[in-house]
């Protein structure tokens, strides 16, 4: 295939130029029955994947702008995801400043809730982490920030820990992930919304639904696990999926950190052992400083009082995942119960917007994924229920990652009301 090396996310070490999506057009192609014919007839054309090798959602890719022709020539059933890539990336990344938007210069100096309108924008990984120490400085009695460990180029991968009237690690745990694909920004701020209600509704509004909610549990959330990867699509390629890992011997970037898990980590189908692919699981199982940082953490809270419920927020295709994604033909021993409150969640989330979320298990659902998250936390660290909620828009709807900011709140809104009838129902 005749790829322009920049464009494909596998940039080299040592590559400075920012990545340009200008006059990119998105297609989704629906004749993915016949992935290899595909694969053969884009052999001339110059494009960027969008997709993981495996997806049974339709192979997305952004083709160049002197492809586009080329490429609506060869007849195949598409649909348009992005009219002009570039264009909606410039609309997604106009970032407004944090602290403007907090009372009296922040929740550390004035003990407000930060201002609903940090959610009117994407922010930068400092503003999250500072989001991280204005909520803890607002519950001040009832958590406190964390840090799990560091990533491959020595950032924080910053948590908060929530906990109600009894103390902290006393009650079993709920766990949130989020942008562990570096690329999928509405998840992190997605997590920060639910954060943000908890918060509000612990102290502010005397909900008592969620006041009970944190008496009984204790919540770790992390909403940016992969941050190495994360600045790199605010600063370098808004389309990076991976990690930023450099390994010997190998000219391309990156280690797909949600099939690096240590727990059927090379199933045939499920990953890739090649580098260059956005599937890569490395070289080894957990050989990510990511991926060994979660699940030092992730065991240490299992430990002290189990887990209750974990989700790895990713985006998109609006879905929830239970476990298995590495295997088709095994499940949980709790499937029946997974499903049953899965099916719940999407009830109360269709309830807000009418958006549809459709749920099963991963493989069954969606594709084999081996080395993931909630198969090895369910398995692992023995949760009760371990999900992959992917977020907004639909697999047949426009925007794919790059979803405009007016969407966040709307995402936050549903997945609030989803999380609390999910609290009431375990």
């Known amino acids: 295939m005749r790829f322009l090396t920049a464009a494909l996310g596998f940039a080299l070490p040592f590559a400075a130029a920012k990545v340009s999506y200008d006059g990119y057009k998105a297609f989704r192609i629906d004749d993915q029955l016949d992935y290899a014919g595909v694969q ?21 890719i952004a083709v160049a702008p002197e492809s586009i022709k080329a490429f609506e020539a060869l007849g195949l059933k598409t649909h348009v995801v992005h009219e002009d890539l570039g264009a909606d990336i410039a609309l997604e990344g106009q970032f407004k400043p944090y602290r403007a938007s907090i009372k009296a210069f922040g929740a550390n100096s004035s003990g407000e809730l930060p201002d609903i309108s940090y959610f009117n924008s994407y922010h930068e990984l400092a503003d999250h982490h500072q ?3 204005d909520i803890s400085a607002y519950l001040p009695d009832n958590s406190e920030t964390f840090v799990a460990g560091k990533s491959v180029e020595g950032r924080d991968i ?5 906990y109600g009237k009894e103390g902290a690690g006393k009650k079993p745990a709920i766990i949130w992930h989020g942008n562990v694909h570096a690329r999928e920004w509405i998840t992190g701020v997605t997590v920060e919304y639910l954060l943000y209600k908890i918060a509000e509704g612990y102290k502010k509004t005397g909900d008592e639904s969620t006041a009970t909610t944190l008496d009984n549990y204790d919540f770790y959330i992390i909403p940016v696990v992969n941050p190495d990867g994360f600045v790199y699509t605010t600063a370098e390629d808004r389309m990076w999926r991976k990690n930023r890992q450099v390994r010997q011997g190998k000219t391309c970037v990156g280690t797909d950190m949600n099939r690096n898990w240590p727990n059927q980590w090379d199933i045939p189908g499920g990953s890739s052992p090649e580098a260059c692919s956005e599937t890569y699981r490395g070289e080894a199982a957990g050989d990510t ?15 002290a009082a189990g887990i209750k419920w974990y989700v790895d927020w990713h985006s998109y295709s609006q879905l929830i995942l239970t476990p298995y994604g590495y295997d088709c033909n095994t499940d949980p ?40 998250s909630m198969d090895w936390v369910y398995d692992i660290a023995e949760a009760e229920l371990a999900w992959g909620i992917e977020l907004r828009p639909g697999s047949d709807d426009s925007n794919g ?3 405009p900011p007016d969407q966040i709140v709307p995402s936050g809104e549903e997945q609030w009301a989803g999380a609390k009838w999910v609290f009431a129902n375990f």
């Open 131 to 133: 989001f991280l120490d």
């Open 333 to 372: 021993a709790n499937l029946d119960r997974q499903l049953e409150l899965a099916g719940g969640l999407a009830k109360a989330i269709k309830s807000v917007h009418g958006v549809e979320f459709v749920y099963g298990p991963t493989c069954k659902t969606i594709y084999q994924a081996a080395g993931g």
């Open 158 to 162: 910053k948590g908060i820990h929530l």
């Open 401 to 403: 990652f790059v979803l």
């Open 40 to 60: 053969k007839a884009l052999s001339d054309i110059s494009f960027k994947s969008l997709s993981v090798e495996n997806t049974r959602k339709g192979i997305e």
């Open 289 to 303: 400083p990511e991926i060994a940082a979660l699940t030092n953490h992730t065991l240490k809270v299992a430990d």
